[in-house]
């Protein structure tokens, strides 16, 4: 009967020590400010040739983004990899041809998502979420467009002082060289005069 205990104890604890601990979902805004890329998109395929260095099998999910609520999305890259576990409870694990809304974050150059996140299969997530996921989009794309105006009238400034100062120099070559040959006529003119007194002279 101990030998029972200890046995549930130990299988108890084991479990426990592998469980994901999710204290509640966060609010959309927080979810979407910690998460890299915010999107919808559709399972397209599903490998899992590779294991981890525990041995557990990893699924290596390709999806299409159907509409991104944050990052841009360049037409001919629309395909991502998110890459799970299948020993490790607190990563996603998707559906072949299901479409979700995914919160997810860059790992080296593919994406992790995890179940703690407001990931879901898209007809299940709440209107409201995807009105407050819009309006986010929305600042985000004004941020965006405004560190571009900044960064494009910074170069221009800059564009612009490169030219003046370009015309500045050459305006200053010019008036060397002006001055240059002026010293010389003058220096003509005074060995002119010299020669001229020195022939009256004789």
């Known amino acids: 009967m101990n030998k029972l205990l200890i046995l549930i104890l130990f299988l108890?604890?084991?479990?426990?020590?592998?469980?994901?601990?999710?204290?509640?979902?966060?609010n959309v805004s927080k979810n979407w400010e910690?998460?890299?890329?915010?999107?919808?998109?559709?399972i397209i395929k599903v490998d899992s040739l590779l294991?981890?260095?525990?041995?557990?099998?990893?699924y290596s999910f390709t999806v299409k983004i159907l509409k991104s609520y944050k990052s841009?999305?360049?037409k001919g890259r629309e395909l991502r990899?998110?890459?799970?576990?299948?020993?490790?409870s607190c990563d996603f694990m998707f559906q072949l041809g299901k479409v979700y809304l995914i919160y997810a974050k860059r790992e080296s150059?593919?994406?992790?998502?995890s179940i703690c996140s407001r990931t879901?299969?898209?007809?299940?997530?709440?209107?409201e979420e995807i009105q407050t996921l819009e309006k986010l989009h929305e600042q985000y794309k004004s941020e965006i467009s405004g560190v571009r105006s900044i960064k494009l009238e910074n170069n221009i400034s800059y564009?612009?002082?490169?030219?003046?100062?370009?015309?500045?120099?050459?305006?200053?070559?010019?008036?060397?060289?002006?001055?240059?040959?002026?010293?010389?006529?003058?220096?003509?003119?005074?060995?002119?005069i010299i020669l001229t007194k020195r022939n009256n002279n004789n």
């Open 109 to 113: 150059q593919t994406l992790a998502c």
């Open 159 to 192: 564009q612009i002082g490169l030219v003046k100062n370009s015309f500045e120099e050459k305006v200053k070559s010019k008036d060397q060289i002006i001055y240059i040959l002026l010293g010389l006529i003058i220096l003509l003119i005074i060995i002119a």
């Open 51 to 58: 294991y981890g260095n525990n041995g557990a099998k990893i």
């Open 12 to 26: 108890f604890t084991s479990l426990k020590s592998y469980s994901c601990d999710c204290s509640g979902f966060p």
């Open 34 to 42: 910690s998460a890299n890329e915010v999107f919808t998109g559709e």
């Open 72 to 74: 841009e999305i360049y």
């Open 81 to 88: 990899t998110i890459l799970s576990q299948s020993s490790a």
């Open 120 to 127: 879901n299969i898209l007809k299940n997530v709440e209107k």
